[in-house]
């Protein structure tokens, strides 16, 4: 049996914060795990500063004429492991009459590890990976597998869903995506050979089975490295069938241009920070 092949993880976090008016009001708690921002704890080294970002808000429909707000964030992040340390702090500026309310918070990514290998791997932490070493791909659970096209597709199409339907009612189909008016049925195959080829006979059965399930719009993804070309090939037989009207559209998605869809969506998963930061910070409000 190979090594497990590892991924690091630091999605989850642990925090420390307090809250109060600026006449009671202390700082969050230092202990040992909280004393040193931006000191990496596992690889023992500065992590250097890579977002910081304040600002003030005024509410244009507040009666009081002195109330504001203050939001600041630092985040560090350690190149080596890719660990995180954020601090964020909001304050509700008042006049010299009413007290100023402060709340301050820090917060350091957990290191998890998971075997690529695993069904159960978190999708982010996942995507994460194939955005650095996207053959490891090949490598993957095939349920892991279905549930990666499934994200993927979900932010590469806008305003669609995307659902695994599941290995004992599949018939062959893996995944529905509802995209607007149409009603995609996706097959996926997970090929473990770095230069596997997608012949037209899998693309042939996946056809029949969607006709007799009512689909008009198919789409076919595998790791494989490419379909087969040429005359009887499979994207030839996927564009005759598309020509001949006997579906709407085929689509056939190997393990580059997939991996390019994935490339081409949101990569939140590689900053998970940001779900903690102060949404006026990101969204270039100022």
Not at 104 to 111: A, D, I, S
Not at 146 to 174: K, Q, T, Y
């Amino acid at each position: 049996m190979s090594k497990p092949k590892v991924v690091l993880d630091y999605s989850d976090s642990v925090a420390d914060s307090t809250w109060g008016a600026n006449t009671n009001f202390v700082s969050p708690k230092r202990t040992a795990f909280f004393s040193r921002p931006g000191w990496c704890p596992y690889c023992n080294r500065v992590a250097p500063k890579i977002f910081d970002e304040s600002c003030k808000w005024e509410p244009q429909d507040n009666d009081d004429p002195c109330f504001e707000e203050y939001y600041w964030a630092q985040v560090w992040s350690c190149e080596s492991c890719g660990w995180w340390d954020l601090f964020e702090s909001e304050n509700s500026g008042h006049d010299s009459i009413d007290p100023a309310y402060i709340s301050e918070t820090v917060r350091h990514g957990v290191l998890r590890s998971y075997d690529l290998r695993e069904a159960e791997i978190p999708i982010t932490t996942l995507r994460a990976a194939l955005r650095k070493r996207g053959d490891d791909i090949l490598e993957i659970h095939s349920s892991a597998m279905e549930n990666l096209v499934a994200s993927v597709l979900s932010d590469f199409f806008p305003n669609c869903v995307a659902r695994v339907c599941g290995r004992s009612h599949d018939h062959g189909i893996d995944l529905i995506v509802v995209e607007s008016e149409r009603t995609i049925a996706v097959q996926v195959k997970r090929r473990s050979r770095q230069d596997a080829v997608e012949r037209v006979m899998q693309v042939r059965e996946f056809l029949g089975t969607s006709l007799v399930e009512g689909f008009e719009h198919l789409m076919y993804i595998s790791t494989a490295d490419h379909f087969t070309r040429g005359n009887a090939s499979a994207g030839e037989f996927a564009t005759k069938a598309v020509y001949r009207r006997i579906v709407r559209s085929f689509e056939l998605i190997d393990r580059h241009r997939l991996l390019g869809m994935l490339g081409s969506t949101p990569g939140e998963s590689e900053s998970p920070w940001r779900k903690h930061v102060p949404s006026i910070l990101l969204s270039g409000e100022r």
